[in-house]
């Protein structure tokens, strides 16, 4: 069995698991970022419960896991495929292999981790991570409002999300056929999937910058 995680197939099944963890909690993510649009009230609500929940603080370390692994898989794969194949996920033709989105998912890939370190840097670190330190974190409302009036902070979240909709719209349907969906009739189903979730993730992140950059809030 340890052979099998050892090998080229086994990085790719353990990179395509993690990845499909991740999109899953994007998901999450983008709904409870989305109440933000609701109200004030209901975002801080979703904070306030994230704050103090005994399961959300167990997942964040398990989240932070998800990520290195998929990261470390990643890199360890791309370097391999450059001294053989370019190759990423694993794919059913030539047509999807020349595909941009799956030339590039290293790329995107950074693109997206880059946004993220910045992203986290503005929001974790200055709400969640200063309860873990014994601080007072900043009001995430207000935190909002600051960060998405600026216009380039919106340039570069909307570039992100851009870059996660190519991302998202290869790396989904190609992990499913990585751990074993890759007839004929499913490959099909499972692109068309993709590209729904990754507009739907999308326009749900791009929503939330345009809301608050237009001052459509109120506080």
């Not at 370190?117 to 935190?143: D, N, P, V």
Request: aromatic share 16%; hydrophobic share 55%; proline share 2%.
């Amino acid at each position: 069995m340890s052979n099998i995680f050892c090998s080229t197939i086994g990085k790719k099944l353990i990179m395509s698991i993690s990845g499909l963890f991740l999109v899953t909690f994007l998901l999450l993510h983008l709904s409870l970022n989305l109440t933000a649009l609701v109200s004030k009230e209901a975002y801080k609500t979703v904070c306030d419960f994230m704050d103090t929940n005994i399961f959300i603080q167990i997942m964040v370390p398990v989240l932070a896991l998800g990520f290195a692994v998929h990261i470390l898989y990643s890199i360890i794969i791309t370097l391999r495929n450059m001294k053989a194949r370019p190759i990423g996920y694993s794919v059913s033709n030539r047509t999807e292999a020349s595909s941009w989105a799956s030339k590039n998912m290293f790329v995107l890939g950074a693109i997206v981790l880059c946004f993220l370190a910045l992203h986290l840097s503005h929001f974790w670190a200055k709400m969640q991570l200063q309860h873990f330190i014994g601080g007072h974190g900043k009001e995430a409302y207000s935190l909002l409002i600051e960060l998405f009036k600026n216009w380039y902070y919106c340039v570069l979240y909307i570039v992100w999300v851009i870059a996660l909709y190519f991302h998202i719209s290869h790396g989904f349907w190609s992990a499913f056929q990585t751990i074993g969906a890759n007839n004929s009739k499913w490959i099909p189903r499972l692109q068309c999937a993709a590209k729904i979730y990754a507009i739907i993730v999308s326009l749900g992140f791009i929503s939330i910058p345009v809301y608050f950059f237009f001052g459509l809030y109120t506080v």
